[in-house]
């Protein structure tokens, strides 16, 4: 929500310069921001703010929550483990080292491979309300399908339900010692701003 949020407030200030927006997972964007081919991404800053090659700038942290769709097998227990998790499909974008290590110790087994693997929310989204597989995204992608009841969310007990581990770190990753367009740096102000909104309105919220 953020970046097509910043997206078209950057259009409507600055209606005339022509942009790129792709989304795809972090580690395509890191090859092509290695290559040039773009200037910044958004995404979790734990694969990059370790490597020299990329700057990176800490945006507000995005919550990570298991769901399905109404009417799922799992919504009439009363209880919920890891265990009942992996008796469906999980669909989810290109996970994080450290969520699949989670998961991989959860599963027990030595690493974790997803079943539906997809960039693409809003097809993510459909396919889980379709069928029985669970989905793991962030809380503020769900909002709209969860009010509408077309989406359940999932907790389980033995899970931590503010677990940092499935909170994306997001941010904004650039290439160490290139310097910005002045279009891209107006586009990322504008992300920094519209993302201080959203955690002060979380804030007054909670």
Same mark, same amino acid.
């Given at each position: 929500?953020?970046? !097509?949020?910043?997206?078209?407030?950057?259009?409507?200030?600055?209606?005339?310069?022509?942009?790129?927006? &792709?989304?795809?997972?972090?580690?395509?964007?890191? %090859?092509?921001?290695?290559?040039? &081919?773009? &200037?910044?991404? /958004?995404?979790?800053?734990?694969?990059?703010?370790?490597?020299?090659?990329?700057?990176?700038? &800490?945006?507000? !942290?995005? %919550?990570?929550?298991?769901?399905?769709?109404?009417?799922?097998?799992?919504?009439?227990?009363?209880?919920?483990?890891?265990?009942?998790?992996?008796? +469906? !499909?999980?669909?989810?974008?290109?996970?994080?080292?450290?969520?699949?290590?989670?998961?991989?110790?959860?599963?027990?087994?030595?690493?974790? *491979?997803?079943?539906?693997?997809?960039?693409?929310?809003?097809?993510?989204?459909?396919?889980?309300?379709?069928?029985?597989? @669970?989905?793991?995204?962030?809380?503020?992608?769900? =909002?709209?399908?969860? $009010?509408?009841?077309? #989406? =359940?969310?999932?907790?389980?007990?033995?899970?931590?339900?503010?677990?940092?581990?499935? *909170?994306?770190?997001?941010?904004? @990753?650039?290439?160490?010692? +290139?310097? #910005?367009?002045?279009?891209?740096?107006? #586009?990322?102000? /504008? /992300?920094? $701003?519209?993302?201080?909104?959203?955690?002060?309105?979380?804030? %007054?919220? =909670?």
């Amino acid at each position: 929500k953020l970046v !097509p949020d910043a997206l078209a407030e950057f259009i409507a200030r600055h209606p005339r310069i022509n942009t790129r927006f &792709e989304v795809n997972n972090w580690e395509t964007l890191g %090859r092509l921001l290695a290559r040039d &081919e773009i &200037e910044f991404f /958004i995404a979790d800053i734990r694969q990059f703010e370790t490597d020299p090659n990329f700057q990176t700038r &800490e945006l507000s !942290p995005r %919550r990570g929550r298991f769901f399905c769709r109404a009417g799922h097998p799992l919504l009439a227990k009363d209880s919920l483990s890891t265990n009942d998790l992996f008796d +469906y !499909p999980l669909a989810a974008t290109r996970l994080p080292a450290g969520v699949r290590k989670l998961l991989a110790g959860f599963s027990g087994k030595a690493d974790f *491979s997803l079943n539906v693997e997809c960039e693409h929310m809003p097809a993510l989204v459909q396919v889980v309300s379709q069928t029985d597989a @669970v989905g793991l995204a962030m809380l503020e992608t769900l =909002a709209l399908h969860l $009010e509408r009841g077309e #989406l =359940a969310l999932l907790d389980f007990r033995n899970l931590p339900e503010n677990l940092d581990s499935l *909170s994306a770190r997001c941010g904004i @990753v650039t290439r160490t010692g +290139y310097r #910005l367009s002045p279009a891209a740096r107006a #586009l990322i102000e /504008i /992300i920094v $701003e519209l993302d201080g909104i959203e955690a002060e309105e979380a804030r %007054r919220s =909670a």
